[in-house]
């Protein structure tokens, strides 16, 4: 089992920047692939990010590419999301999510586990 719990999020105003973390509660963190998902209401849950266990392949959408990088830590068992120039359509609830597997996906039935959540909100 693999626990995972979000922080970080808050509110900025449009152009700002905010730094999402995600701590697991794991001792072979460094076997799991890591992601970023978001689901603003009444929209369905979206990628955003996703790192490989080695941290040699990443995904990113879209929509985030060139402003949100993701990171990860093995030693803190953390996984990073540098939000840049956020924008208000950013506004959303952001998951963590881990799956065990070597490659990064953009696909939520991937993942075996999610955090709660932290709430980001962008203000224009």
């Known amino acids: 089992q693999v626990q995972l719990v979000e922080s970080g999020g808050g509110l900025v105003q449009a152009g700002g920047s905010l730094r999402l973390s995600c701590a697991a509660s794991t001792r072979t963190f460094s076997i799991y692939t890591l992601g970023w998902f978001r689901q603003a209401p009444g929209k369905e849950r979206e990628p955003v990010a996703a790192?490989?266990?080695?941290?040699?392949?990443?995904y990113y959408a879209d929509s985030v590419k060139g402003r949100f990088t993701i990171s990860r830590d093995n030693a803190r068992n953390t996984v990073y999301l540098q939000m840049n120039s956020l924008k208000p359509e950013d506004t959303a609830l952001y998951y963590c999510?881990?799956?065990?597997?070597?490659?990064?996906?953009?696909?939520?039935?991937?993942?075996?586990?999610w955090g709660q959540g932290t709430q980001v909100a962008v203000s224009s």
């Open positions: 999510a881990a799956r065990r597997a070597l490659a990064p996906s953009g696909l939520h039935n991937d993942y075996n586990y």
């Open positions: 790192i490989s266990w080695s941290a040699d392949r990443t």
